[in-house]
């Protein structure tokens, strides 16, 4: 079995390159024997590279089909005779917000009394004159649509939309939008709220940052999970109630 090792933000500027082809010895034979001998035989992984403190470790081993690298991917889907619509999108190009108000607005006119939306926007944080958002095609998709799907099923959505930005940004330039469509005005506030605290914890991003001629991977991992764990919480207590308020 051939392992192809995929590195992303710091781990492949330190090593010098994208991704590598690995074979393990016939004697792993399960996931765990897999990652215990690729720590010792990955070039990416401790002790050989350190890795900073509250940074993630940016490499996904895949043994599978590839994923194509596509600087835009769109996804969409709709459940059968509902006519609901999800749509997923991570791109370069500048987001067109009037374009994607619109479209949730047609795609969800079927049974849908509001359209809630959020535009992110880039800050300039103590100086910060360049962000940069790099992704892992396919992975990312796949993750932003499984949040839109369970925002869907949970208030009964008739459309959403998620429209994220990858690539150099400057201060002042929208990065994600977030739409969601439904009968009533609380269900779509309610689910645009949980969509963009979501895709902020579950979607794999990694986050430079450029002051000047210096530049810095942002050190979020250890937030994203503390934060991830607490909506975890905040949801099921959430979910505990809205149960409660049924009976």
Request: proline share 7%; with cysteine.
């Amino acid at each position: 079995m051939t392992v192809t090792m995929v590195y992303f933000a710091w781990v492949r500027e330190r090593i010098g390159t994208g991704e590598e082809r690995v074979d393990p010895p016939a004697s792993v034979t399960t996931i765990a024997e897999l990652v215990d001998w690729l720590a010792l035989s990955s070039r990416a992984m401790p002790p050989p590279l350190p890795i900073p403190p509250g940074c993630a470790l940016p490499w996904i081993r895949r043994s599978c089909r590839s994923i194509p690298r596509s600087p835009a991917r769109a996804r969409s889907h709709s459940s059968p005779g509902d006519g609901r619509m999800i749509r997923v999108i991570v791109q370069t190009a500048p987001i067109d917000v009037l374009a994607e108000i619109t479209q949730a607005e047609t795609a969800g006119e079927r049974g849908a009394g509001a359209v809630a939306t959020f535009t992110g926007l880039v800050r300039a944080d103590d100086g910060v004159e360049t962000l940069e958002l790099e992704h892992y095609p396919g992975a990312t998709e796949a993750a932003l649509t499984k949040v839109a799907t369970g925002a869907v099923e949970r208030w009964g959505l008739s459309a959403v939309t998620i429209v994220h930005r990858v690539g150099p940004m400057h201060p002042g330039e929208r990065i994600v939008f977030v739409a969601a469509a439904s009968a009533r005005r609380a269900a779509s506030l309610e689910a645009c709220a949980y969509l963009i605290d979501r895709l902020k914890t579950d979607a794999p991003f990694w986050k430079r940052e450029t002051r000047g001629t210096q530049a810095s991977w942002v050190r979020g991992a250890r937030r994203r999970q503390g934060r991830r764990r607490a909506l975890d919480l905040l949801d099921g207590v959430s979910r505990s109630w809205e149960r409660s308020c049924r009976w």
